[in-house]
């Protein structure tokens, strides 16, 4: 498979390929918007704007997905230490508002939001949330050590043993990806929550992996924080690049403490975290 990855900078030695094929990086966009420490990111179901888990300011902030100029925001009267939202089919937002200990339910209408519920059985500081197409809603709890599945807001499964869990992002086939940052690994989980597969130690080296989005084909797209890096993963396990010197900085190719990831076509979005940004990459995969 080639692989050629636009970045947010022109960059020389800040990646490495681990597979065949050539890889070619040039500019693209990097926000401006006043953000505190964003963490994942979701574009929303009509892909008319780009919402980001806005921690520091405890809110969801709203931005244009090609210019990443801010838009609105919404929560910041109710929500604490926000890290995550998904949407489902119906075009609900599922916000994790972590420090509240809590998914909150919004209706939306474009950007505004009216909430409808929430999720608390169980959890405690969740990081992560997926909207499932089985109708199920998947939070890793980070503080609790736990993912917990709830259908009609009931909890009806639960995986327990992980450290400081995640996000939650949707396989091809139904399956989860799961990062369990503190045990800087990935899990595949079934929707019942049985461990399929892992990904830990070489080649990937993971030192708290945050968030990921994958991709149609089943590559994974993961935010490893604490080595400054973005690692594409092929479907089958192969580590194919690594985005970022493995150094902290805002240079060409680097990145402090990443977290977000979001795919659309050949857009990829990372929260750019220790530098309070979100930048915009050209994917193409040949």
Request: without cysteine; charged residues 20%.
């Amino acid at each position: 498979m080639t692989l050629r990855l636009a970045l947010a900078f022109i960059i020389s030695a800040a990646w490495a390929p681990m597979a065949a094929g050539q890889t070619t990086a040039a500019f693209m966009a990097a926000g401006s918007a006043e953000l505190d420490n964003p963490h994942d990111l979701k574009l929303s179901p009509d892909g008319r704007f780009l919402f980001v888990a806005d921690v520091g300011n405890n809110r969801i902030a709203v931005l244009d997905p090609r210019s990443l100029a801010f838009i609105t925001a919404f929560g910041a009267e109710h929500q604490s230490g926000t890290h995550d939202i998904d949407f489902d089919g119906e075009g609900r937002a599922y916000v994790a508002d972590t420090h509240n200990n809590r998914i909150i339910i919004y209706e939306m209408a474009g950007t505004k939001a009216n909430q409808i519920g929430t999720l608390t059985a169980r959890i405690r500081g969740p990081e992560g949330v997926l909207a499932h197409p089985n109708g199920r809603i998947y939070v890793g709890g980070a503080w609790s050590g736990n993912v917990v599945a709830y259908e009609n807001g009931k909890v009806v499964g639960e995986l327990t043993g992980l450290s400081s869990p995640h996000d939650l992002a949707l396989a091809p086939n139904g399956d989860i990806w799961l990062a369990d940052a503190g045990n800087d690994r990935m899990l595949l989980l079934s929707p019942q929550l049985q461990i399929k597969r892992e990904l830990k130690g070489p080649p990937y080296n993971f030192d708290g992996v945050r968030y990921q989005d994958v991709l149609a084909d089943g590559t994974v797209i993961a935010a490893d924080k604490n080595n400054h890096q973005v690692k594409v993963i092929s479907q089958d396990g192969n580590l194919l690049l690594t985005l970022g010197s493995g150094r902290s900085g805002k240079g060409p190719g680097t990145f402090r403490t990443p977290e977000g990831i979001e795919v659309d076509g050949e857009t990829l979005w990372i929260s750019d975290s220790g530098n309070n940004r979100v930048v915009r990459y050209k994917l193409t995969i040949d």
